[in-house]
């Protein structure tokens, strides 16, 4: 079993930049893929961002690319997502999740474990 926590989130400008955490259990964290996944009042949930265990490699949705980053250290079994110059419609709750069937997974069913998410909120 893997437990997966949230932290980082809250509110900003419109412009500003915010960094969340996904602090997980297990001895073995460096051979999960690591996602994050986002929903908004009334919206389907939403693939953000990942990176595979292997060397680094990343993925983004295209609202997201060139102000979003990914990134882990599996020393501390923490993956980050930096979000800079963030607007109003990035307002979600953010989760974190976990994939040990998938290298590069995109989808939901792709991932096995969940957090509870973090609010973020991006006011104008």
């Known amino acids: 079993q893997v437990q997966l926590v949230e932290s980082g989130g809250g509110l900003v400008q419109a412009g500003g930049s915010l960094r969340l955490s996904c602090a997980a259990s297990?001895?073995?964290?460096?051979?999960?893929?690591m996602g994050w996944f986002r929903q908004a009042p009334g919206k389907e949930r939403m693939f953000v961002a990942a990176i595979n265990w292997s060397r680094g490699n990343t993925y983004y949705a295209d609202s997201v690319k060139g102000r979003f980053t990914i990134s882990r250290d599996n020393a501390k079994n923490t993956v980050y997502l930096q979000m800079n110059s963030l607007k109003p419609e990035d307002t979600a709750v953010y989760y974190c999740a976990a994939s040990s069937t998938y290298v590069y997974p995109r989808k939901t069913y792709e991932y096995d474990y969940w957090g509870q998410g973090t609010q973020v909120t991006v006011s104008s």
């Open positions: 297990g001895r073995t964290f460096s051979s999960y893929a």
